[in-house]
Structure formats: structure tokens, C-alpha cells
DNA sequence: CCAATAGTGTCTGTGAGACAGTATAAG
DNA sequence: CTTATACTGTCTCACAGACACTATTGG
């Protein structure tokens, strides 16, 4: 490359055409909390973790469920924007959480050419949205199995479909608890979004303890069990109700309204307060 | 476009130049610990953390320091391969601790055209390459200030070159403590890496107290006093010994090896001990 | 002996784990 | 009264902060 007196005219002569190029995208792991019904009039209705996935309606993976994601517009967009653009179109919903996850990009991630892929978490409360997500798009919920030999199953349902993932973690190296992730033979969901998943739901349970994450999951107001809820099914374990109650203390406000109906003593409502 | 009949049908019509690109970066932040030249003969000499900087040669930002860093040839690596590759350039060196930090894409952070750039942390022990780094490297000391009005002063220096950077932190949203961090007229440093710096130290910072990554930056023998500094100098705080030294009671493990020829009593040499 | 660091003993307060107990709605 | 959840009191144990003390080298 010939050198250039000022950078004014450098960058005139510039091509950036010249050098390999590639294609990058923004995927989104949308995560909430649904209820599950109850069994009876008493009981409260069990929570559970579920994601938003599409339908692909073309090659590659046609037919096959995968996270809401799209190309970035390289000369109009950053990476959130173009996640936030697909959030909106997905869920007619501006306003969601989001932050980085992870930038994907094995050589053979996607089959057409080589793709990068950003990856985004996102968080929100189901209430917010329920009926406006597009039609192609559809709430699974999770279901977290950690086996003995370094093996994580997830299982996807909704009402129609059921998608198993395998993942197998090594350990990265030996001075942190990092893990390599690799899908054991993946058929069920497209490109390595399997990974993704795995990915956000373990920063999500490693987030929940040190921030207050959480309470973009929820709505204005909330009882403290159902908050305890959801950090069970987050964390994947009970919680003892003291402990629970003294960790969250200052990070609710108790306000004067009651929750009502339930079969039993009624709850009172809690809202977020910032420490 | 138009639809195909098999997957394979699609791939071989498939032509990823119909589509804008962008060129993808490597940018590492290599860490590390110096020594400081002691006052006298007993004392210990002071420990401060250093990064390596490269001088760029060419337009844009040319003669400016910047942090090591190329494009990612789409065909045939991945970022982490990048990122390795500049690495065994610059210092001579493999094995090196390498994890992904944060990807940065901002539409203005390289004037040449669209450069998203995945920024890699690194950590390195000084002695370890000293005499081996690129002639066009060299090794800065950091000064970290953090004041009220949260902004933060880095000062790099070298033998011969003082770098000041301002970036100002703002709280991206309420619940959590992500801050988003803004140069302030920054001409001292190349393209956005003040603030790759500065998510580089903060993430050294807290993940120090959770995981072993400290031992990357140590050599096989050290005494505790060693260790203790240079988390004091991580974590830009004092810590009393005998709680620094139940934290690290289970990370280490006591050779019989002493350290000699120090103006005071000897110090055992411990080494890593995985738990 | 002095200066400087190495290394330990122990008190105290905080906070999590655990369990038991009381409170209160709907049916 | 029963069921199921809401909510609290308190014991214990682990552990971090704090300070004081002893140990050991080179000069």
C-alpha cells in the first residue's frame, strides 16, 4: 500500500472493498417467566423460564426453530440497534432489556457464507407482550437438565413442538470456571443458536445474584413469592424463605395493596426499588 | 429473492457479495505486572499494572499508539485465531490467557469505512517476554483515578510518552451497575481502545475476586507478598494480610523454596494450586 | 540494634443456612 | 377446620475486617 501525506488524503483514496469482507448479525435471546397453570383454586401457578424462537421460512434450516436475529446494515446500524430493530419487529415492543451476550464465529456457523454473529440478551415481563408477537414467532418453554459428565439437556416445548438440545462443556482453561460449549449432534434448532441459549441462560444465573436484573422480568407490582419464584426457576434451586426475603429486602418497596383470591393469606404487593 | 427446492440447491446459488459487508477487527488488551525500581535495599519493589501498546505506522491515527490489534481474514479464521496470531507477532508468544471482552462497533470508531472490532483481554506474566516484544511495542504503566463526577483519568506511560485519557461513565440503566463510557476529546490514543482499556480493567477488576485469573500474570514461584500486591494494584486498594491471606489460603500451595536476599525476614515461595 | 517484611492469633460483627413458629385468606 | 401460602424470630456457623503480636533477615 503506497503512503499518503495527510490522513484527509488517505482516507479519500481508501477502498475498503479491497480487503475480505464478511457478514455480520444480531441474534436475540429473548428470556421471560411464564405461569404455569395450577393444579387447584389454593395453589399458586408454578413459574417457569421460556424464550421467544421464530420459524425459518428459506434456506438454510428451513422450517427449523431459531432465535429472532437478522443482518446488520453496516452503514446505518450498530449491533443493538439492528437487535432492537428485530426485538421491535418481532414483539412490537420498544423498551426491553438488552445487553451483549457473546460475539459467535465459527468458520462453519452458517452454511451460505461466513457470518459473525453478535448476540444479545434480552429480558422481559410476559405480561408486557403476550398477544403481539408476530406470527411466526412463538414462546417455548425451558426446561434445565446438568448431568454428571459435563453434559447440559434443554428441553424447548410449546404447544406443538418439543426441541431436545445436548451440549457438552469442557472446562476453557484451568484459572476459571469458562466453558467451552459444543452441541452434540444438533438437528433440532438452527445454526449454534443451541450454544447461544445455553450461553444466556448461564450469564442470566450468574447476573440474577449481583444485580437487579431480575426485576425486568417482572411487573409494577409483585408478590415476594412470586418473585422467589422466579429466581428459583433462574437459579434452578429452592430458596429457604428467610434467606430469600433478606437478600431482596433492600430492593423492594412493600406498597398498601394486597394481593387478592388466592386461597390462602393473601400477599402483599412489593415494587422494584433502586438501591 | 427466489425460493429453491433443497438446501444444497440454495447454497449453490447463494452469493454473499448481493449483500453489504463489513470488515471485522482483533483488537487485545494485553495486561500485566512490572516491577518498579525499590527505594532502598530492603524494600520490595512496588508493583503497577502495564499494557502493551503498538505505534501505528500508517494512516489513520498514523504515529498514534493504539492497542495491538489487525483484520480478521473471514476465509479461514476465527477472531480468537486473530487475535492469537497478533499476539504471537507482537510478543513472541503462545499460550497466552486469552478471553473475549466486549465487541464495539460504533459507526464512527474507524474513518476508514464500517470496522466492527472484538476486543480480547490478555494476561501475561512481564518475565515471561520482556526482550521478545515487536520493536514497534512497548509497554505502558498505568495510573488509574477514578473522581466524583465519574469520570475517570487513565495515564499510560512509557520511558519516553505520557498518555492521558478521560472517559466519562454513565449508567446504562437501573438494574445493574453497566455503565457506558464515553472519551472525552480524546486525540491521545487511536480509535475508541481509551474506553477498550478502561472495559478491559474493569472486568480484570471483577473477576479477580471469583476466579483464579490473577495466575495468569504471576510467574511459577512467588511469594504472597507478591501476590497480595498485585491484587492491591488490580483492585486499587490496600488489603490486610491476614484477610488476603485466608482469600488465597486454597489457590495456593507452599513449596519449600525461600526467597532469598531480601533486607528482611524470608518469604516462602508458593505456587498455583487448582481447587 | 534497625528497618522492613513475613506470618499468626484472636476478637467482633455481619450475614447466610436452617428450622420452627405464628398469621390469614378461601372454601 | 383444612390447605396452602405469607411472614417472622432466632440459633448457629462461616467468614471478613481489624488489630496486635511474634519471627527473621541484611546491614
Redo the contacts between chains.
Keep these: 500500500?503506497q503512503?499518503?501525506k495527510?490522513?484527509e488524503e488517505?482516507?479519500k483514496a481508501?477502498n475498503?472493498k479491497e480487503?475480505?469482507?464478511?457478514?455480520?448479525t444480531a441474534d436475540i435471546l429473548l428470556i421471560s417467566v411464564s405461569d404455569q397453570e395450577q393444579a387447584n383454586y389454593r395453589k399458586t401457578s408454578k413459574k417457569m423460564m421460556s424464550i421467544l424462537l421464530v420459524k425459518r421460512d428459506?434456506?438454510?434450516?428451513?422450517e427449523k426453530w431459531c432465535l429472532p436475529g437478522g443482518?446488520?446494515?453496516?452503514?446505518?446500524?450498530?449491533?443493538?440497534e439492528c437487535a432492537k430493530r428485530i426485538l421491535k419487529k418481532e414483539t412490537n415492543l420498544s423498551n426491553i432489556?438488552l445487553?451483549?451476550l457473546?460475539?459467535f464465529?465459527?468458520?462453519k456457523r452458517d452454511?451460505?457464507?461466513?457470518v459473525?454473529s453478535?448476540a444479545y440478551m434480552a429480558l422481559v415481563d410476559k405480561k408486557r407482550l403476550t398477544d403481539k408477537i408476530n406470527s411466526n414467532a412463538s414462546w417455548f418453554d425451558i426446561l434445565f437438565l446438568e448431568e454428571k459428565n459435563n453434559t447440559v439437556k434443554i428441553t424447548l416445548t410449546n404447544d406443538e413442538t418439543m426441541i431436545n438440545l445436548n451440549i457438552k462443556k469442557t472446562l476453557k482453561?484451568?484459572?476459571?470456571?469458562?466453558y467451552e460449549f459444543k452441541s452434540i449432534k444438533n438437528h433440532e434448532i438452527a445454526f449454534d443458536h443451541d450454544i447461544v441459549i445455553l450461553s444466556g441462560l448461564e450469564r442470566l444465573k450468574n447476573?440474577i445474584s449481583y444485580?437487579?436484573?431480575?426485576?425486568?422480568m417482572m411487573p409494577k407490582y409483585f408478590t415476594l413469592g412470586e418473585l422467589q419464584q422466579v429466581y428459583e426457576v433462574i437459579l434452578n434451586k429452592k430458596l429457604l424463605d428467610p434467606a430469600f426475603r433478606r437478600i431482596i429486602a433492600n430492593k423492594v418497596e412493600k406498597t398498601d395493596q394486597i394481593q387478592t383470591g388466592a386461597g390462602h393469606r393473601p400477599s402483599a404487593l412489593f415494587k422494584?426499588k433502586?438501591k
Design positions: 500500500m503512503k499518503y495527510t490522513e488517505f482516507l481508501y475498503s480487503f475480505d469482507q464478511l457478514s455480520m428459506d434456506y438454510p434450516y428451513k443482518f446488520l446494515d453496516p452503514n446505518t446500524e450498530t449491533l443493538e432489556y445487553e451483549q457473546y460475539t464465529d465459527d468458520l452454511p451460505r457464507t461466513r459473525i453478535t482453561e484451568k484459572t476459571t470456571d469458562r447476573k444485580t437487579d436484573i431480575v426485576f425486568n422494584y433502586q
